[in-house]
Each structure stands twice: as structure tokens, then as C-alpha cells.
């Protein structure tokens, strides 16, 4: 058993208790970090900066919930940008991201978000100096979104979102590396608004504070596209196919999969932000359709499959839960 599965499993494993150590270590650094944080907040920037986060390592469903941010800020007259770490990327940093721009330099979840919504990504590990490059680099920005970043206190902020994944929840409860948080649950009630992707079992509503304000956000697929140049597929090739996952939770991916495609089909997982090389194309040569996620697709591309077919996916949220946005842009504008 894998230390992610063991996670995610409701009762610690005992060998997990070896690691009391490390964890008693890591708690004690990320209070300090945030009571740091808290008690020298960093000077706010001249437009407001929305968080999308998480409290718990893993794919919970960040990068559609921040394109479901950018398509509704557009739509009320907006002008947003984002910004991100660029997990996996080499830089050098900050780099602002284009649709050409290789997901060897910026990673793979920028180069998705510039050529998904087309507008200002940079990505530095020091997210303050990413969002001062995008004000510097592209003014007319209105709006920034930090896609990952809720525990990156040196960027201020005006609302903070974070996404639990509705099936895994917040998997034993313990913080790293005995259990998948980066911090306590208690954080779920200070942000202001918790995102469930999908639907909240009984399991994962229990280790949500009751104080936390929650909504539910649902993803729905959009066709399948071929990789090598992003053209809509109307129906999939027959033959031996495999679905592969280079993601947070690739489970996710396969069962979409299964829900979508009514044939027999092998699934291969590689680690979260997985750099796909030529000898991993080799390895699958033997396989008419290759089936994956939009993010690993990014990365695939380099390797120009013929049969290579990913899927994009877009989050639907709640008309509240946009009203609450509004509110809080409208608020910052008027300085209240």
C-alpha cells in the first residue's frame, strides 16, 4: 500500500504512527509560518486577488474551478489574470505563459489555464512576485486569480476558496506526512467559501467545520479532442485502448471513463504532474486509442500521438455561489 492510499483510508495505519515525528514537525513550522503571516499581513495589491486552494495535497478539482472563475469574471466586464507556482516547471521565473509556451518551463496546469482561458498566467514559486509581474506585464488587469497558493501568505488576498473533493474528503484527518493535510481542518472555516466537487458524502460532510460556508460544484465533460491538434472527436476509434492518468487522483479520470466509453479499456496511473517521455510512448505502442485528462495532455503533445485523445472538463457551480463573488469584488471596489 502506497503512503496516498494509506491517506485516504479512514483508520491510520499503524506503520503511519512512525512518522508521529516528522508530522509533530511539520505542524509546528506551518502554525508558524501562518501566525507569521497573520501578525505581519504583506500590503494589499491594487486589485483584488482571489485564492484557489486547498487544504489537502492531491487533485481536488483547482484548475476547472478556476476556469469556471475566469469565464464568469469575463462575463461581468472583467479582466482577470492568473497566476501559479508552475509546479514542474523550469522556468526561469516569473514567466508569463502563452499557448506555445513548452510545459516543460511553466508546468503542466499553467500551460492547460493559458490556452483554456486565454489570458495573463505567470508563474513564479513567490506568488507575490508572479502577481506584480502580471500588473507590470499586463495592466488592464482587473482581477487576480492565485490558482493553488491558499497556504502562500506572503500573497494578500480578498476571498479564499478551497476545494474538498467530495469522495475522498480530507481522507484520516492528520496532517503530513501521517495523513494528506497541509493544514488542520479548523482552516475550512476561515476561508470564505468551501467548493465540494461533487457529491458530499456523509463521511466527508462530518470533517467539514460546521461553521464553514459550503458549496457544491459538479464537472461535466465535453467530448473527447485528438491531442496532436486540439480537434473535436465525435467518436472514438475501435481498438485496444488504454486510459493513463498523470494527475492527483486518477481514479477520478478512469471511472469518467467508464461512465463515458461502453468498452473494455486498461488503466495505467503515473505520479501527480508525471513528465511523460518518449520511451513512455513506446511503452503504449502497442495500443490503437490512448485515452487521457486534458493536464497530462499538455504534456503529451511533445510526443505527437496519432491516437492520443484527451478530455476537457468545465465545473458548474451554484448562482449563489457567483453572487458571493460579486459581492465581495463589489465590496473591495468600493473600499468597505
Known amino acids: 500500500m502506497s503512503l496516498s492510499d494509506a491517506w485516504y483510508r479512514p483508520q491510520v495505519r499503524w506503520w503511519l504512527w512512525l512518522l508521529l515525528p516528522l508530522h509533530a514537525l511539520f505542524v509546528l513550522v506551518s502554525r508558524w509560518r501562518r501566525s507569521v503571516a497573520l501578525a505581519n499581513p504583506p500590503k494589499p495589491l491594487p486589485v483584488p486577488v482571489i485564492v484557489v486552494g486547498n487544504i489537502s495535497v492531491g487533485g481536488t478539482g483547482k484548475t476547472p474551478m478556476t476556469l469556471a472563475l475566469v469565464e464568469h469574471l469575463q462575463a461581468q466586464g472583467e479582466h482577470p489574470a492568473i497566476v501559479s507556482r508552475g509546479y514542474g516547471g523550469k522556468g526561469p521565473f516569473p514567466l508569463m505563459v502563452t499557448a506555445t509556451t513548452s510545459a516543460r518551463a511553466c508546468g503542466d496546469e499553467p500551460l492547460l489555464l493559458a490556452r483554456r482561458a486565454q489570458v495573463p498566467v505567470v508563474v513564479a514559486p513567490n506568488r507575490m512576485a508572479a502577481a506584480e509581474h502580471v500588473l507590470a506585464h499586463a495592466p488592464t488587469t482587473t482581477v487576480i486569480i492565485s490558482d493553488d497558493g491558499l497556504q502562500h501568505y506572503r500573497l494578500?488576498?480578498?476571498?479564499?476558496?478551497?476545494?474538498?473533493?467530495?469522495?475522498?474528503?480530507?481522507?484520516?484527518?492528520?496532517?503530513?506526512?501521517?495523513?494528506?493535510?497541509?493544514?488542520?481542518?479548523?482552516?475550512?472555516?476561515?476561508?470564505?467559501?468551501?467548493?465540494?466537487?461533487g457529491e458530499l458524502n456523509a463521511f466527508v460532510a462530518q470533517q467539514i467545520p460546521p461553521a464553514a460556508q459550503c458549496f457544491t460544484m459538479q464537472l461535466q465533460s465535453h467530448g473527447w479532442r485528438h491531442v496532436r491538434d486540439d480537434s473535436p472527436c465525435d467518436k472514438l476509434p475501435i481498438g485496444r485502448t488504454v486510459a493513463l492518468a498523470g494527475i492527483g487522483h486518477p481514479q477520478r479520470f478512469f471511472a469518467t471513463v467508464k461512465a463515458l466509453e461502453p468498452r473494455a479499456f486498461d488503466c495505467k496511473a503515473y505520479p501527480d504532474h508525471y513528465a511523460f517521455q518518449r520511451q513512455d510512448?513506446?511503452?503504449?505502442?502497442?495500443?490503437?486509442?490512448?485515452?487521457?485528462?486534458?493536464?497530462?495532455?499538455?504534456?503529451?503533445?511533445?510526443?505527437?500521438?496519432?491516437?492520443?485523445?484527451?478530455?476537457?472538463i468545465a465545473a458548474q457551480l451554484d448562482e449563489v455561489f457567483w453572487q458571493r463573488i460579486d459581492t465581495e469584488l463589489k465590496r473591495f471596489k468600493h473600499g468597505s
Open 281 to 312: 510512448a513506446e511503452q503504449l505502442q502497442n495500443y490503437e486509442v490512448i485515452l487521457m485528462t486534458e493536464k497530462d495532455a499538455m504534456k503529451w503533445r511533445s510526443l505527437a500521438p496519432e491516437n492520443g485523445y484527451y478530455l476537457p
Open 156 to 197: 494578500p488576498r480578498q476571498f479564499e476558496i478551497a476545494v474538498v473533493d467530495g469522495e475522498r474528503g480530507l481522507g484520516n484527518g492528520w496532517c503530513l506526512p501521517i495523513g494528506p493535510l497541509r493544514e488542520n481542518a479548523k482552516r475550512l472555516a476561515s476561508v470564505d467559501a468551501v467548493v465540494v466537487n
